[in-house]
């Protein structure tokens, strides 16, 4: 069974950074597209980035030059680096691993940005 632990949420202010991290467990990593979506109060949820098994990315027009996707097969993981944070990027922040027909998630991790 595919597991996916998010981790690296917090409290910063506008301006500042954090590194979210997702590890898999339970499956082959290399096989998944990996994604980070984000579910803000009262919003759907949405695509931030997602990363191929081979480093193909895909960013969100309000994120781009902002936040960087990468992965690292050798350790499971996929990383969101995310800079220069704003009060709009508000949200809990879900880990997706997808391949179909099979499409898991985590169980988020929450980034708060305010002064």
């Known amino acids: 069974q595919v597991q996916l632990v998010e981790s690296g949420g917090g409290l910063v202010q506008p301006g500042e950074s954090l590194r979210l991290s997702c590890i898999l467990s339970?499956?082959?990593?290399?096989?998944?597209?990996m994604g980070w979506y984000r579910q803000a109060p009262g919003k759907q949820r949405e695509l931030v980035a997602s990363?191929?098994?081979?480093?193909?990315?895909n960013y969100a027009d309000s994120v781009k030059d902002r936040f960087t996707i990468s992965r690292v097969n050798a350790k499971n993981t996929v990383y969101l680096q995310m800079n220069t944070l704003k009060p709009e990027d508000t949200a809990v922040y879900y880990c997706?691993?997808?391949?179909?027909?099979?499409?898991?998630w985590g169980q988020g991790t929450q980034v708060t940005v305010s002064s």
């Open positions: 990363v191929t098994f081979s480093g193909s990315t």
């Open positions: 997706n691993a997808k391949n179909e027909p099979w499409d898991y």
């Open positions: 339970g499956g082959f990593f290399m096989i998944y597209t």
